[in-house]
């Protein structure tokens, strides 16, 4: 069974030269979705240290340390 696979970059590349500024996709159609990771934790501390302490229960709901709320802060 042959496979075909459609190049995306590609086609978007053609399609912002062909017809600059018209997207091909209704802005309403579309969403924008923002991956954050959390600010280091206690858990992740603890577990760099012992990787095991990943699986302990004392880390189940663990809250952020200082270094944890900088980095939330610096996001905004």
């Not at 696979?5 to 590609?10: C, F, H, K, S, T």
Request: charged share 25%; aromatic share 10%; hydrophobic share 30%.
């Amino acid at each position: 069974m042959a496979r075909h696979y459609i190049d995306l970059e590609a086609g978007k590349k053609a399609q912002q030269e062909l017809c600059p500024g018209i997207s091909l996709t209704p802005e309403r159609y579309t969403k924008t979705i923002h991956f954050v990771r959390h600010g280091q934790g206690f858990h992740n501390v603890a577990g760099h240290k012992n990787h095991e302490m990943y699986k302990s229960w004392d880390f189940v709901d663990s809250h952020l340390t200082e270094h944890g709320w900088k980095q939330a802060e610096q996001l905004g």
